[in-house]
């Protein structure tokens, strides 16, 4: 009897563990060098043209990874423009691998997104930042595509550095 109750016992452990490793997060330890992302159930699905509802996501999406400290989202044209403020003690090398993340995150988990830039340099993320809070005022898109354009190109051929 002694031996059943030993098998009940390692057989009820087994099923506590792998109920515990098919709980959201238990596969990502602590301290892990990369994103930290509160995987959402389902992202949600963004009706055509609803740039606002695209941003805002993006910006929740940017905002759970680590090393970053706020995000401001622009949206012309199915493509996400994305300034970065990184948060205290961050170094260029990770500056670079987070400007990665934020763009393949982006593209993977925005619906309607097919590109994304972002930049973590104090320059373009102000001028992202301005041009994001003029668009959710109603500005055209029109008004700053150029501009835009401009400054992909710019992040573009720093993260080919």
Known sequence: MGRRWLWVLAAGALALVADMAAMPGSREPGG????????????????EGDRRAQEEHAQ?????????????????DRTAYVGVELGPGVDQERAERIERTVTEQ?????????QAFAS???????RIREISRELAAGRPESDYRAELEELAGRMKARMHQ
């Open 32 to 47: 892990q060098e990369g994103p930290r992302l509160v995987q959402l159930r389902r992202d949600p699905v963004h009706e």
């Open 60 to 76: 929740q999406v940017v905002e759970q990874i680590n090393g970053v400290e706020r995000a401001w989202v622009a949206v012309v």
């Open 106 to 114: 982006i593209v993977s988990r925005v619906d309607k997104i097919d």
């Open 120 to 126: 973590t340099d104090p320059g373009v993320a102000g």
